[in-house]
């Protein structure tokens, strides 16, 4: 070890050593690139902790402090496009001015047909903007499917670079090809589907992006299975029981990421809707049914569900199950419902109203609220759960 001999010239008769050390070299910098991309991990961390938390905090600040009806469901207006007595599935493609309606036939003998709409794989991002709808109904002088499109397009040579591939039991569409410049494309799908006391359908599915679809209330033709999703769109349903034009699907599953569900859906066997920020209006039709069970799912993270049974389960048993993270709940089960509810919330509030209901069990801890209650002896069961949003449910009439 060295030192260097140093004598204080204020202290004299002070002699230190001082150890000698020897210069550390400076770290090198990072490169310019390794720093961005470290910056640009850290903002993905950031921006991925705060989307799977917000919904559940922001939500506390801008929830509706009244009552979960304060703000009820409009009447949706059908759109003109879907009545058929105006000619659009009928005009040909060329003897009026405008844009022309293009016409798909499908094979009489088919069971199962699909509708699906993709993006193109565009690798940089296109000013293209998509509107439009799917509008689907039932028809009794048809004797197989058919699909019929115009486009109103703000540059008519868009038109060729649109993809419309008709399959042997379905069609595809792209519609956002890549533009530098802005460009609009509006697409109206019409699907029309035999309907006779003879004619069933095993399965139909319709896949969307920001197109919504709208069930016309002619569209009551018999099909086993249905699957209608969309990534923006909402789905509407328009036909209703008391008028004879309600679904009649045993088997349904609606799905959206950001849009709403809203109307009258049928609960012959199963039936799941599921949104993650969109709202969720249904009435729900289980009656007079050969099915001897019924099971009813929804389900959101963000989302609201407000879900009323219309008439009676006349008196098959009914599964249910309803699930948000930061949405309210509010379920309307009939009269003649009985059996067993599990209700969970973590920071929400809890109420249960209705003649004979009965709340057996309590708990509530320093995080969460737990209820089960009951009415009669009957066999179905529920579970309703949220984390931060609220719970009501009804069974009857309202006291």
Known sequence: MEYERYTDEKHPEGVYHVEVLEPVPSKPKRPLWRRLVRILLTVGAVFMV???????????CHR????????????????MDMDSSIGFVHEPDSDKPGAPVEHYTFAADIK?????????????????????????????????????????LSDPSLRENIVVEP????????????????????????????KSDKYELERVSAKTIQLPVFLKDTF?????????????????????????????????????????????FPL?????????????????????????????????????????FLGKLHP???YSKHRSVSGDIAVHYPSDWQGGLELKTTSGHISVHGKGTKVVKKEKGIVGRFWEVIKGDGKSKGSLSTVSGRIKVVVGKNE
Not at 126 to 143: F, L
Not at 231 to 254: E, P, Y
Request: proline share 6%; net charge negative.
């Open 50 to 60: 705060w989307s799977t938390l917000a919904p559940v905090f922001s939500y506390r």
């Open 64 to 79: 509706n402090k009244h009552d979960m009806h304060a703000h009820p469901q409009p009447e949706f207006s059908q759109p």
């Open 112 to 152: 199962s047909f699909w509708l699906k709409q993709e993006n193109f794989p565009n690798p940089f991002p296109s000013r293209t903007h998509v509107i439009g709808k799917v509008i689907v109904h039932s028809c009794p002088k048809a004797e197989n499917i058919s699909t019929h499109v115009r486009f109103t």
């Open 167 to 194: 399959h042997n039991d379905g069609i595809l569409f792209k519609l956002d090809p890549f533009s530098a410049t802005p460009a609009r494309i509006n697409a109206t799908i019409v699907v029309v589907v035999p």
């Open 220 to 264: 009551t033709t018999k099909i086993n299975t249905t699957s209608i999703e969309t990534v923006s769109g909402n789905v509407f349903s328009f036909g209703k029981s008391a008028d004879k034009t309600a679904l009649d699907i045993n088997n349904l599953h609606i799905g959206t990421v950001s849009g709403g569900i809203h109307g009258e």
């Open 268 to 308: 012959n066997h199963a039936l799941d809707l599921h949104s993650t920020s969109g709202l969720i209006t249904a009435s729900v039709v289980s009656s007079n049914l050969e099915e001897e069970t019924g099971y009813i799912r929804t389900d959101s993270v963000s989302g609201n569900h407000d879900v009323t």
């Open 316 to 318: 098959r048993p009914l």
